[in-house]
């Protein structure tokens, strides 16, 4: 294997896998990148076998000659270090030669780098993916989708498979549902050219969380693909693979409430702010609970207390208050995590009395819906 | 006690206490700001009983009311509590007052904060400073000799002495030295106006450090005021107080070499950069070693290896090698150390032999020194 590439191409191609390296791996070749050259370009391969992410390097690229081909192979390196070299070379040229004992040679510039390698042959061979289940969005949706969700998975594990995010195909529309059993995210997505039928995966949110990462804020779409054991979001130079949460995902809608003693119209920023403050003292405590007392004149009263530090009490105008009087506690971390996805001005809180579950949703739809269980005081 | 302030005033007070505060003293008032009111303004104080910090916001400044006064007074506040009380209060109009059990009322907008204060009598008193061993500097010229010396203090308790910086004021001149027995710093400074007589104080590396973080790059003057047991470093609108470590520091003239065998000129940054890339190798190892070779044509070679990854080597071109043959290992961090706190394009590397400590300064004066002994190899 030997080829010539551009520093800077390389290190966005790195920048993408070395999301999936991790030094706690079981496996010693995962603490490698794979490196493959073909006439296409340079493919690498990053694991830490929940994840796998891939992304290729064309030799040409608008009009531009980004890698030169000398000779085609493969060879594995350890990722970190691969990673810093090539971080730290002097020049924006970069010659890579591997020989027969896998001596991975590094040029650029007066610098010269002899690194031992590993047999590309040992490395995992990545899972096979059948095209049917597939659909696609935009990159900014998919990624919207995660941020209004995957906060609200379980960190425990006790129950696995709450620290996944169920995503169901049902009808043309995409649900996904996060829970950790105190407080619920659901977002629900009309797409174009749904698959027909019914079939739903659970997500690790940790994988979720690293795709973020990786896909930019543009509308290019990424295509997905669901199997029994794996998913696969694809972009055009990266290939995304997560593994599955086995089991099934419990039923969430009927947690979900239909009717409302109380509803309450509120600017949500204005919201997250006064349970912002009331935090610094309620999370002295032990639970980071504030309360929300509906007074009159359309006023709103969050306080909270601690018997060592003080109290805090503000006041905030709604829009309107519907309904009977209402005084509830509720985590506040739980509270700005909701509103946070929420997003926009107004937003609607509804409650069912002070010890059931409550909604919190835009005033213009419910396609994000957040719920949370009440405290008792 | 009760008062009217521009919120973001307060946060640049608290930005530079809050420096001080440590959250492991082991006395409990000392998690506390004091806040100390007069016609004068608001004086915040802060102290983990090494370094402590006080500032003075003026009632009015550039002609703007900054301050209201309405009744003068103290207070201890808890730091951590308040300062994030301050940044997250919903105006810029904040309002505090005191009442007769230290209970203290913040409120801003239709935000009302009451959190429990303490007996600003408790807290402890500023040391009493005599000014007769002052001068002054910009305080751009003070960063720059705290940053030239402070990284080789000695981090270990064995030696105490060591994690201090010897300041000594000596025929109109000011020497500042800091060693951990394994590479040296010193920074020589003329300064107008140095008082008479020979002193020395050894100052904790940590209050130069945190020092460094509340003054500004500006050529404004640092008053520095030196007695027995405190340094004060003032400038118009914040005091530094630090206490200094007591003993006798070495002699440490006598280390640095008259005498050279070998002298190499070369460019400051490609050597900086060389050895940063065979770092990468040498840490695996585990005294970070890299070896620096000269060759013929007034080149120098610097390589590492690590039998586990592999090899690096890079040649240099160098401006002129002078004298003997050479080949010396030593430590890539305190090289490349040294070389940040020489600072500049061309440099002056220095050798008695390889066994022997070599010295570094800029080709155009000494004013930074730096030395580092080599290991063997």
Redesign the interface.
């Known amino acids: 294997m030997k080829f010539e590439i551009m520093r800077h191409r390389l290190i966005d191609g790195l920048n993408d896998v070395m999301k999936a390296i991790s030094s706690k791996t079981t496996m010693p070749i995962l603490t490698g990148i794979k490196i493959e050259v073909t006439e296409e370009g340079l493919r690498l391969t990053g694991s830490d076998s929940d994840i796998t992410i891939q992304t290729l390097i064309k030799v040409e690229e608008n009009g531009e000659q980004v890698i030169r081909v000398i000779e085609e192979g493969s060879i594995v390196v350890?990722a970190r270090?691969f990673n810093?070299?090539v971080r730290?070379?002097?020049t924006n040229d970069v010659e890579i030669e591997v020989n027969e004992q896998f001596?991975?040679h590094i040029r650029s510039g007066?610098?010269?780098?002899?690194?031992?390698g590993f047999d590309a042959s040992e490395y995992p061979l990545l899972p096979e993916i059948q095209d049917d289940r597939q659909f696609s969005m935009p990159a900014d949706l998919l990624k919207s989708i995660v941020r209004e969700t995957v906060f609200a998975i379980s960190t425990s594990e006790s129950r696995p498979i709450l620290t996944g995010v169920h995503w169901q195909v049902k009808n043309g529309e995409l649900i996904c549902v996060a829970t950790d059993s105190h407080r619920l995210a659901r977002r629900k997505t009309t797409l174009e050219q749904m698959p027909e039928g019914e079939y739903s995966v659970v997500i690790p949110g940790k994988s979720l969380t690293e795709l973020s990462k990786i896909i930019g804020d543009s509308s290019v779409p990424v295509h997905i693909v669901m199997t029994n054991q794996q998913v696969l979001f694809k972009t055009s130079d990266v290939s995304f693979y997560s593994r599955l949460i086995e089991g099934t995902y419990p039923d969430t809608s009927r947690l979900i409430p239909n009717e409302f003693n109380t509803n309450v119209t509120i600017d949500g920023k204005a919201l997250f702010?006064?349970i912002?403050?009331a935090s610094?003292?309620a999370r002295?405590e032990r639970n980071n609970i504030v309360r929300f007392t509906s007074l009159e004149g359309n006023v709103v009263e969050i306080s909270s207390s601690s018997a060592?530090?003080?109290?805090?009490?503000?006041?905030?105008q709604t829009t309107l208050i519907e309904g009977e009087e209402l005084k509830v506690s509720f985590s506040a971390k739980y509270m700005m995590d909701a509103l946070k996805a929420v997003g926009g001005q107004d937003v609607m809180v509804k409650f069912t009395g002070s010890m059931r579950p409550f909604i919190i949703n835009s005033v213009h739809d419910d396609a994000v819906l957040q719920l949370i269980v009440p405290v008792r005081t």
């Open positions: 350890q270090m810093e070299i730290k070379l002097p001596k991975t007066k610098s010269e780098f002899h690194i031992n702010q006064a912002d403050r610094l003292l002295e060592e530090i003080g109290k805090v009490e503000e006041e905030i």
